[in-house]
């Protein structure tokens, strides 16, 4: 029977498994592996009192598709509220006026990825992304039928210099380069911040080039250390930057509430082929309301300040432990290290062991193209307790020591 509906799956059905990673096959002791916002800075006392606010104040408007008094817009774009707020804090953070209709609401940043990609990307245009990036993004762009051409990714982030050499190579072949995607601001997996000079050097190319950037903005806010670089947004002059957003890691990730942003002209391309009747009106209006208090920025400090903490304790541990058998850099913000993995280990002993003892991390290879053969793994501190991030890397340390 299996077979039988297998045979009509369609081509993109076909083309792989769903992206998603299995349940480990012990108990998770130490688990490091997924990206997640600390459930210890959930603001739940806030995000209840609201949410009966809204229900108390608007009445039965919040459990509708849309705003009566703003119209079936709505269905596509997204609770107006939110997005007045969204480009409220755009405006003052980044210097970009786009306001509301620069703004399109989605289920999560990853829903705003998969929107750009089919609003801008036709089968056998040539997509450049960094070397190692977020595997969903990709998933999207091969559905797509893209051409992914990647970037090397140094400890500054993309290699800008590189990229014009491979937008040149493309240009020549006559080629049509419709994106690149990059994530500018503590970059996954690497989590390195590419610098104002190569920013400046990406929107240079830009202006030579007639493509998209996609500003995977997520981790933006969760810095806790070292100075704020200008985004990709608020550099732009062109008109063509793209911004993803999302308080899955800032708030919460249950909210699933994300956005893309920039000009109204290029936001249009994702409301042209969205067909999903836009996002839940109540769980907008009570982020719309979140922001209107003025309670994001007082939340972000206090989450910062805890993953500062954890960073603290995952860096000492892992340089108390790990010894010269991982190499890394100390992070200034988001979730992650990224640690590489000395040659002298046996890593793939390494990790069966590690596995077996319920020490979990997402491999390095889960992000690059394969063509890379160092050994890497993306080790995530954030939504796990300080105890758990000495002890599990304590663990760690011993059995890398024990194959070398």
């Known amino acids: 029977m299996g077979t039988a509906v297998e045979a009509l799956y369609s081509q993109v059905a076909r083309s792989g498994p769903p992206l998603f990673f299995p349940d480990p096959e012990v108990p998770a002791v130490f688990n490091f592996d997924q990206g997640l916002a600390a459930p210890e800075t959930f603001p739940r006392g806030d995000l209840l009192r609201i949410a009966k606010l809204i229900l108390d104040r608007d009445g039965a408007d919040p459990l509708d598709y849309f705003d009566p008094d703003t119209g079936y817009e709505e269905l596509v774009f997204g609770y107006r509220g939110l997005r ?50 977020f595997p969903y993004a990709l998933r999207y762009m091969d559905m797509a039928r893209a051409e992914i051409r990647t970037v090397p990714v140094d400890g500054k982030g993309m290699d800008v210099a590189a990229l014009e050499t491979l937008l040149d190579a493309a240009v020549a072949e006559g080629r049509k380069v419709k994106m690149v995607y990059t994530i500018a601001t503590f970059q996954t997996p690497t989590n390195t911040v590419m610098p104002l000079d190569r920013r400046r050097q990406l929107i240079g190319l830009l202006r030579r080039h007639r493509f998209i950037l996609m500003e995977d903005n997520v981790y933006g806010d969760l810095r806790f250390a070292g100075e704020e670089v200008p985004t990709l947004l608020s550099l732009d002059d062109t008109g063509r930057v793209i911004q ?161």
């Open 244 to 404: 993803c957003g999302s308080f899955s890691k800032t708030v919460a990730p249950a909210l699933r509430m994300g956005w893309i942003a920039g000009e109204a002209a290029a936001i249009a391309a994702l409301a042209a082929v969205r067909q999903d009747l836009g996002v839940s009106q109540w769980t907008a209006r009570i982020l719309a309301e979140f922001l209107a208090e003025g309670l994001m920025e007082p939340h972000l400090a206090r989450a910062n300040a805890v993953y500062r903490a954890k960073a603290a304790v995952a860096v000492r541990a892992v340089r108390e432990h790990c010894g010269d058998y991982v190499k890394f850099d100390e992070p200034e913000g988001s979730f992650y290290l990224w640690l590489e993995i000395d040659d002298r280990v046996d890593w793939d002993r390494a990790a069966e062991l590690a596995a077996r003892e319920g020490i979990f991390f997402r491999p390095g290879e889960r992000f690059t193209s394969g063509d890379d053969k160092r050994q890497f793994l993306r080790l995530a501190y954030s939504h796990v307790g300080e105890d758990v991030i000495a002890n599990g890397i304590a663990r760690l340390g011993q059995i890398l020591k024990e194959c070398a």
């Open 84 to 133: 007045e707020r969204l480009a409220e804090r755009i405006a003052v953070r980044q210097g970009r006026k786009l306001g509301a209709d620069g703004v399109i609401l989605t289920s999560g940043s990853v829903q705003g990825i998969a929107l750009a990609v089919n609003g801008y990307v036709d089968p056998g245009d040539v997509v450049f992304v960094e070397a190692a990036s």
